[in-house]
């Protein structure tokens, strides 16, 4: 697989239900990558971390509402999928509104 110049190309990727998807992915370190599909469950995983991660302090807070916004990368790294967190329009990399009152 070749990378064109902003160090991206698209891959297969195997979702859980055996389904194939196409998707963009950065390159991270050096290494050829094979057209074989690469498992998704990697970048659920992380998904899911971080939306613990998020979730359990703002529930201890305990806000009327909670608006959280982020950018994820999905990169190759040793020849795995990886999810990177990315700046979106800001300068975070996460934006939380918390919302009290009635």
């Known amino acids: 697989m070749e990378f064109n110049e902003i160090r991206t190309a698209t891959i297969p990727v195997q979702l859980e239900d055996g389904s ?5 992915v950065s390159k991270t370190g050096r290494e050829d990558i ?3 599909p ?3 469950k990697q970048v659920t995983d992380a998904l ?3 939306v613990n991660a998020i979730a359990v302090p703002i529930g201890k807070v305990n806000p009327r509402k909670a ?3 982020f950018g994820m990368e999905i990169a190759i790294e040793s020849g795995q999928l990886t999810a990177v967190l990315v700046k979106g329009t ?3 990399n996460l934006e939380i509104t918390l919302e009290w009152g009635s």
């Open 48 to 50: 899911e971390g971080i």
């Open 38 to 40: 690469k498992p998704f």
């Open 20 to 24: 194939i998807v196409r998707i963009e």
């Open 90 to 92: 800001s300068k975070a």
């Open 34 to 36: 094979a057209l074989d």
């Open 67 to 69: 608006t959280v916004k």
